[in-house]
């Protein structure tokens, strides 16, 4: 299963990479493809899936531009037919050194770090599946190249739970997402 996650988080890491940088926050269903072959033999047909294809295809969820995608997945759900989700992020990370000089308030050390000279900018994929596997990869603008993703199974632990929250159907959710939205391929 990890296999299959890994080979979904590099797509979807991949996907990301192709849109460039400084793009909002994005969230994708992770459907079992054989699965979704099956449900939908026209769309698998349209997307060139095969019914005994193994691994998951990630749906993109269209995420309302001025919500917080930490705020969006405290409050959803995954329909079961969900295997499990990935969401994709973009971060600014200082070093050890800047940490005594970030404001309390939340604007003020956005913009401390926005503007710190030694500031790096990274994306995150996160993946969560339902039975608990998770996987992350890492991009560092500084090194934009696939060969530098970083990849393993818990670089983001929270934003991980977060994700693994929304799959065990714990939240009474204000929406669930739909696993129906528009499929993501590269």
Known sequence: ?????EAVVREIEAHAAESGWDRGAGLYALVPTAELAAAEPALA?????????????????????????EDELSRMSWPEEVAGCAAVVERLVLPPSAEAEIP????????????????QELRLVAAAL??????????????????SVVVGPDLVPTL??????????SVESEHSADPDREESQQ
């Open 104 to 119: 309390e308030e939340p604007g003020a050390a956005q913009t401390f770090a926005a503007q710190h000279p030694e500031r």
């Open 1 to 5: 299963m990890l296999n299959q996650l």
């Open 160 to 169: 991980l739970e977060l994700l693994q929250t929304t799959l065990a159907g």
């Open 45 to 69: 047909a349209q997307l060139g899936l095969s019914a005994d294809a193994a691994g998951f295809t990630p749906i993109d969820q269209e995420l309302p531009a001025d919500r917080d995608l």
């Open 130 to 147: 339902r039975d608990g596997t998770t996987c992350c990869a890492m991009r560092f603008r500084s090194h934009d190249e696939a060969a």
